[in-house]
């Protein structure tokens, strides 16, 4: 197995390909189209972050690439659709940072309670403010969480443990951890809460959902905070909250518009405000989630190579593979009737036993799993790939 890792992945998923005699290449930096088909040539496992592009143009030229890990959240910089159509699984790490996410908002939750930004930067500057006025405890206090998520159900129990009372609105229905309680609008959650926490996914529905109209109904002095997506909030209309006073904080660490790279200049209507917290997008971005996300994606790769396990794959049906001994057959296929016929005819031509079978389909792919207590004959391999919407056939050796 041939691994071709870009962009600094951490050594952990360096060590998990090494550990199953995996041949592994790790580069640090972004490649382009060129480079990337170039450096990818020959290889079945590409992982990548967030500043390699992985188009139509390089599948194609990736004949032999079995499956892509996105070592990150998002995977908009891989032509997923184009993947699936060509037999490539691809796979991300969805929850690995959303610890560092819930432990960054605590922070800013009681850095703003106590109006710690401002206390330091007066103490830098030689002022010596010991006072109480207008410095919080947040024992007690009300959050409202908005999307309760894998985010916001885990900072709603971290959140009580501090003692905060919890109340949350999602779209969805989700169950309540804890003693965490579920509103019904997002309107009635806004005008009970000393803090309005945004935890909502990037749907394109929620382009610009909050925006004065909301602000106008939070609480005079209360606090608001978005580590979720920029586009999502109005920031002219939370300066304006801000600077009438009627919002006593705001952290914020997502932005409409985003610098490109590390050492880019960032301008924001936000800039210079007291009790405003800016960070640069790095809600998920700690040593230990990095860790998290090597491991956790390193691992789908593979189960994916060696068992054939889909579990998590987002362009993929995901199939649970059973225990099995022997061999395996993995079929990707255009997902038209009459293709598991087919397959089983083919092995029932060839006097090939199934032990087990599963099929999943998802979209334009289907996928099936064939254990087989015999190795399967050069025949019946060929067979299969012959079938007309045969994308890919794989021959895994089990236990
Ligand atoms: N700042 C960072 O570095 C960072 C890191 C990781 C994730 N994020 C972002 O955090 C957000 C939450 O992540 P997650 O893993 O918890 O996502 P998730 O999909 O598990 O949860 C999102 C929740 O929001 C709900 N929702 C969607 N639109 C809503 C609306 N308009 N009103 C109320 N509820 C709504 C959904 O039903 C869902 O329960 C995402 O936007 C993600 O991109 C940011």
Request: charged share 25%; proline share 4%.
């Amino acid at each position: 197995m041939r691994v071709l890792l870009v962009e600094n992945i951490h050594p952990d998923a360096v060590a998990s390909f090494e550990a199953v005699g995996a041949e592994v290449v790790s580069i640090e930096r972004a490649l382009d189209e060129d480079e990337l088909i170039e450096q990818a040539a020959g290889v079945h496992l590409l992982g990548i972050r967030s500043k390699t592009n992985v188009t139509d143009r390089v599948l194609a030229e990736l004949p032999d690439l079995l499956a892509i890990g996105a070592f990150c959240i998002g995977t908009n910089q891989i032509d997923v659709a184009a993947a699936q159509g060509r037999g490539v699984a691809v796979f991300n790490a969805p929850f690995s940072n959303t610890r560092s996410v819930v432990e960054l908002a605590l922070a800013e939750i009681i850095a703003m309670t106590r109006r710690l930004t401002e206390k330091d930067r007066g103490m830098h500057a030689g002022v010596w403010d010991k006072s109480a006025t207008g410095l919080h405890e947040v024992r007690g206090r009300k959050l409202g969480i908005v999307g309760y998520g894998n985010i916001g159900t885990q900072l709603s129990v971290l959140a009580e443990n501090l003692g905060m009372e919890v109340l949350f609105f999602d779209t969805a229905d989700r169950l309540p951890l804890g003693n965490a309680k579920p509103l019904p609008t997002l309107e009635s959650l806004l005008s009970q809460v000393d803090v309005v926490t945004l935890h909502v996914d990037g749907r394109k529905g929620n382009q610009d959902f909050f925006g004065d109209e909301q602000f106008a109904l939070m609480k005079p002095g209360a606090l608001f905070l978005n580590l979720s997506r920029g586009f999502v909030v109005d920031q002219e209309a939370l300066r304006r909250r801000l600077e009438s006073g009627h919002l006593s904080g705001a952290a914020i660490d997502v932005f409409p518009e985003e610098p490109k790279g590390r050492g880019d200049t960032f301008v924001s209507p936000l800039q210079g405000m007291p009790n405003v917290i800016l960070t640069p997008h790095i809600g998920g971005s700690t040593e230990e989630a990095q860790q998290d996300i090597g491991r956790f994606v390193a691992g789908k790769l593979r189960d994916y190579t060696l068992h054939g396990s889909t579990s998590l794959s987002i362009n993929f049906p995901q199939l649970a593979t059973p225990e099995h001994e022997a061999t395996r057959l993995v079929h990707i296929h255009r997902n038209t009737p009459g293709v598991l016929a087919a397959i089983n005819g083919v092995l029932a031509e060839e006097k090939v036993n199934i032990d087990g079978q599963a099929l999943g389909t998802r979209g334009d792919v289907g996928y099936v799993i064939t254990d087989i207590t015999a190795r399967p004959t050069e025949q019946v391999v060929e067979a299969l790939k012959r079938l007309p919407d045969t994308i890919r056939v794989r021959e895994l050796k089990l236990g």
